[in-house]
């Protein structure tokens, strides 16, 4: 199923994000990002619009794209906005480093071609 313009919209904020996210840690290991609250609040940033870009998505899109992982998503976006108190920061690192690259590349595969 490809996107109308709206999903469409959406699917490209999350690359955006994501792209980010991944780019504020490159180079980084895990203790340089502890202690670097810029950093880990650049990269919750990025997740929690990647999350609610995700939850604005139609339903419909994501039923017929299975291969992301949207309800995890929008999960962690809710606990970085809602339950910030309770936020690991191993699980955030956790995603920038191994989560996102794989993301970008199954979103990237359902953005439309350019006219």
């Not at 990269?43 to 870009?53: F, H, K, N, S």
């Amino acid at each position: 199923m490809q996107p109308d313009e709206t999903d469409a919209a959406h699917i490209w904020d999350m690359c955006e994000a994501a792209r980010e996210a991944s780019s504020f840690v490159r180079g980084l290991t895990y203790q340089d990002f502890l202690s670097d609250a810029r950093v880990q609040r650049a990269v919750e940033r990025d997740l929690e619009i990647l999350g609610e870009a995700a939850r604005r998505t139609s339903s419909g899109f994501q039923a017929a794209h299975p291969e992301v992982a949207w309800r995890d998503i929008i999960g962690q976006r809710n606990i970085l906005a809602h339950d910030y108190g309770n936020v690991l920061p191993e699980r955030v690192w956790e995603s920038a480093t191994q989560d996102l690259a794989s993301l970008v590349e199954v979103l990237e595969k359902l953005l439309p071609l350019e006219p």
